[in-house]
């Protein structure tokens, strides 16, 4: 075959356990630090057009229906993911690729993008190189495990939007139990993301995203996640603290469906990781007075009852976790600080999917 042309979509997550942090020794491969959880959501995803043919490789990358520049920091994300995964597939190289990506949430909003983004490519290219390669498709694209692999080369957090299963999914570190000396493809394959709970596991949970400000120039998450792992005296505490006693409570909570260990969880480990990034030097501030107001309100609605808890990525924008019983009241709330038009409500979603385009 000489053409592939496959459309893929794939959601985006929001973690409960954070990741922020690559391995230093092993910053080529994306290895995190510590292992990071997240939900799948069902309502924002990004559509991914792709066309490989075979001849001179050049890539050509549209987002939104608009076309992006060589010279552009969005290209150039594209272009440095297809650079990495060349150093284990040189053979990608053989090929010039159209990629089309549309995404259903309003991107301007600060909500991100990168994770739903390269997992949709991630999927795509798995998909494409099924029909046109069918080696390299075996090593390196036949199950979810290896396709999530990949997409942590685009953007670490993609690796959690690949499991067709979605719902709850666990990204390992990994790197524990590597060799003594590991081969390139022990350090590519060894961190994945799989589902733990599926989709309909948790149905009453509700994900409430808001859209309080508007995407800021701000440091990226990718720069300033090193700045902490260099200069945070707490980063490796937070990491072990997480890896050995945050992360198995909240695999217990999710498994009980104890929604009040489950808040009180979710809740700690938003605020730890706003605490490892403001003892970065300088200080990494990603909330503002919109943020904490909601926080205020939050644990103002949970005095008596836990009703609802909250998480923040690196940006001001809260995404809220409440059950289907206590919605209005929360909502209610909500609404105090946030216009309902700029309110998504949302379920536990599935993960990535492709389709072969005739
Ligand atoms: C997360 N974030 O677990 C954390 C919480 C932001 C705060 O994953 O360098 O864009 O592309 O691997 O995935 C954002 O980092 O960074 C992120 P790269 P990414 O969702």
Known sequence: MEKAAVISTAPTNIAIIKYWGKKPEFENYFIPTKSSASFT????????????????????????????????????????????????????????????SVNNFPTAAGFA????????????????????????????????????????????????????????????????????KPTDLDLLFCSYAHSLFDFNFWKELKIIYLALAKKEKKIKSRIGMQQSLATSPFYSQWVEYEEKILLP?????????????????????????????????????????????????????????????????????????????NEKKVLDTIKKVCPSKNIFIQNIGQGSSCNVKL
């Open 41 to 100: 959501v069902d309502k924002f995803y990004t559509t991914t057009n792709l066309e490989v043919k075979k001849g001179k490789y050049q890539i050509l990358f549209e987002l939104n229906n608009k076309k992006i520049l060589p010279s552009k920091e969005e290209f150039f994300y594209i272009s440095n993911f297809f650079e990495r995964l060349a150093k284990f597939i040189p053979q990608l190289k053989n090929y010039s690729y159209s990629i089309s």
């Open 113 to 180: 993008s990168s994770a739903s983004g390269f997992a949709a490519l991630s999927r795509a290219l798995a998909c494409a190189m099924n029909i046109l390669e069918p080696k390299i498709f075996e090593k390196f694209f036949s199950t979810d495990e290896k396709i999530s692999a990949i997409a942590r080369l685009g953007s670490g957090s993609a690796a959690r939007s690949i499991p067709q299963k979605g719902g709850f999914v666990l990204w390992k570190r990994g790197f524990d139990f590597l060799g003594p």
């Open 249 to 325: 409570s909240l695999l217990e909570a999710i498994n009980s469906k104890n929604f009040e260990n489950f808040a009180k969880i979710t809740s700690a480990a938003s605020n730890s990781l706003h605490a490892i990034m403001l003892s970065t030097s300088p200080p990494l501030i990603y909330l503002n007075q919109k943020s904490l107001a909601v926080i205020n309100l939050i644990e103002e609605l949970n005095k008596e009852e836990i009703l609802a808890t909250y998480t923040f990525d690196a940006g001001p924008n809260p995404v809220i976790f409440t059950l289907q019983k």
